[in-house]
């Protein structure tokens, strides 16, 4: 039988650690953002494997909540957006384009899904699937100040209608993401989404990209190159030379369900040669 959509709420929010639905409040949307990032892998391996990333509602659902897979962010923003709105948040979702590691007048696609939630009239960015450096909580929209996360400290400035959020690292500012306010519907996702599961170059099917966040901490594993990043220490990395290692690695350290299909084997082989 097919698990209905409230179902699938309940569970979820289990996952995320709640016995029942929670309040509405910024304490919550704190909580819930930090927990996701910690509990539902960013992972590319469906665009890698050759294979269609749906992102109907049932489809990122079961995905996500039954197969022990992660996703990007137009699959985990969805399903994120979707909990908060049932919850009773005033949402939107809203693109950007990503310029990390980018020339600073690079003007990237429109590839990156997050939510816009307004709550009692102030308005915030939240965001569980930006890989690597996604934010670990809401951030204010309507100031340029620094902000605390349980991770790094980041900061949102404005020029004209555009924003740009960048975190500090290593004591620099870098810019992440490019985003503005716009309305996006469907539509928007699917073609967004469409380039980066479908065209050669996009950044999705050229390398593995996978990440997770714990207590003060990220993993993050690039193609073979496993790293783990403890804020205030040096990051710790380990090179990953062959498949079954890196498998395990996807299993243990992210606690990933891998499809068996040889034609994500292949791509990983083929990803972890070309760096040895």
């Known amino acids: 039988m097919t698990p209905t959509a409230l179902e699938y709420i309940d569970l979820y929010l289990q996952r995320l650690g709640f016995a029942t639905p929670p309040a509405p409040t910024l304490e919550t949307l704190a909580e819930l953002q930090l927990r996701h990032t910690s509990t539902f892998v ?8 050759g294979l269609p990333v749906p992102l109907d509602l049932p489809s990122v659902q079961h995905k996500v909540l039954h197969e022990g897979r992660g996703g990007y962010c137009y699959e985990l923003n969805n399903l994120y957006m979707t909990l908060l709105e049932h919850l009773g948040y005033q949402v939107r979702g809203i693109t950007g384009r990503v310029v990390m590691n980018a020339p600073q007048d690079a003007w990237a696609a429109r590839t990156h899904r997050l939510t816009l939630v307004t709550l009692n009239g102030v308005r915030y960015i939240t965001d569980v699937g930006f890989g690597g450096m996604v934010p670990t909580a809401p951030l204010l929209l309507d100031t340029e100040q620094e902000q605390a996360t349980p991770h790094e400290p980041y900061r949102i400035t404005r020029e004209d209608e555009s924003y740009t959020l960048r975190a500090k690292v290593a004591d620099e500012w870098r810019a992440m993401y490019v985003f503005d306010l716009q309305r996006q519907g469907d539509i928007d996702y699917e073609i967004g989404n469409w380039y980066v599961s479908t065209h050669p170059q996009s950044p999705f099917l050229q390398r593995l990209m996978v990440a997770r966040t714990g207590e003060g901490v990220r993993h993050t594993l690039n193609n073979g190159s496993y790293a783990v990043h403890r804020l205030g220490c ?13 498998i395990d690695v996807l299993r243990s350290e992210f606690s990933l369900q891998v499809p068996e299909h ?3 084997l292949a791509t990983l082989a083929r990803l972890i040669a070309a760096e040895q």
Do not use: G, H, M, T
């Open 42 to 49: 960013f992972e590319n391996l469906s665009p890698l494997a």
């Open 234 to 246: 040096p990051s710790e990395r380990r090179e990953i030379s062959d498949v079954q290692a890196l």
């Open 262 to 264: 040889p034609a994500l």
